[in-house]
């Protein structure tokens, strides 16, 4: 069973910097797709970025894509999302994701593990 606590979240300005960990407890994650997304109140939860199982490939969507890095550690314990040039409309609640192998990175319900969520506000 893996078990993810994301941590890193907080309230910053737009245009600052924020890095977002996931952690499992109790157990490597390598070999797992790792995903984060987010979710703002009343609306749908989105597609953030993952790395894939073997660490081969990175994927992002489109609104981060070119400001927000994912990475793996060298333990296989954690995975980071660093957040540059935030905007507001980054503000969101933000998960992090497991699953076994390759999978769809982008959707939610091929992920089998999910963390509680960091809250990520970013005020203009």
């Known amino acids: 069973q893996v078990q993810l606590v994301e941590s890193g979240g907080g309230l910053v300005q737009a245009g600052a910097s924020l890095t977002l960990s996931c952690k499992s407890l109790?157990?490597?994650?390598?070999?797992?797709?790792m995903g984060w997304f987010r979710q703002d109140s009343g609306k749908d939860r989105e597609f953030v970025a993952a790395?894939?199982?073997?660490?081969?490939?990175?994927y992002y969507g489109h609104s981060v894509r070119g400001r927000f890095t994912i990475s793996r550690d060298k333990s296989k314990t954690t995975v980071a999302l660093q957040m540059n040039s935030l905007k507001p409309e980054d503000t969101a609640v933000y998960y992090c994701?497991?699953?076994?192998?390759?999978?769809?990175?982008?959707?939610?319900?091929?992920?089998?593990?999910w963390g509680q969520g960091t809250q990520v506000t970013v005020s203009s």
């Open positions: 790395i894939w199982y073997n660490d081969d490939d990175t």
């Open positions: 994701a497991a699953a076994g192998g390759s999978i769809a990175v982008a959707d939610a319900s091929r992920y089998a593990f």
């Open positions: 109790g157990g490597t994650l390598d070999g797992y797709t």
